[in-house]
């Protein structure tokens, strides 16, 4: 069986005047949100195959706080 998940990333700053939405990096509470949330899909084996992750810094960051937290991370495409 085939499942599509979509992860959002965590909590970001507020963009700063001028600041182009894509290079807004993660808060504290996104930082440490996002560890837990990719425990718990290993936990409960909800682990990709596949993921595709937005080139935006949040995106970026949030996957690299989450990979680690399966015991293969899983391949980007």
Same mark, same amino acid.
């Given at each position: !069986?085939? $499942?599509? !998940?979509?992860?959002?990333? +965590? %909590?970001? #700053? $507020?963009? #700063?005047? /001028?600041? $182009?939405? &894509?290079?807004? %990096?993660? !808060? %504290?509470?996104? &930082?440490?949100? =996002? ?5 718990? !899909? +290993?936990?409960? *084996? ?5 993921? &595709?992750? *937005?080139? =935006?810094? &949040? +995106?970026? #960051?949030?996957? =690299?706080?989450? =990979?680690?937290?399966? +015991? #293969?991370?899983? $391949?980007? /495409?």
């Amino acid at each position: !069986m085939r $499942r599509l !998940m979509l992860l959002r990333h +965590a %909590k970001t #700053e $507020r963009a #700063e005047a /001028g600041q $182009r939405d &894509r290079d807004r %990096k993660l !808060m %504290k509470r996104g &930082r440490n949100d =996002a560890p837990v949330i990719g425990a718990y !899909m +290993a936990h409960h *084996s909800f682990v990709p195959d596949l993921t &595709r992750v *937005s080139p =935006a810094a &949040r +995106a970026q #960051e949030t996957w =690299a706080l989450v =990979a680690p937290c399966f +015991a #293969e991370a899983p $391949r980007i /495409g």
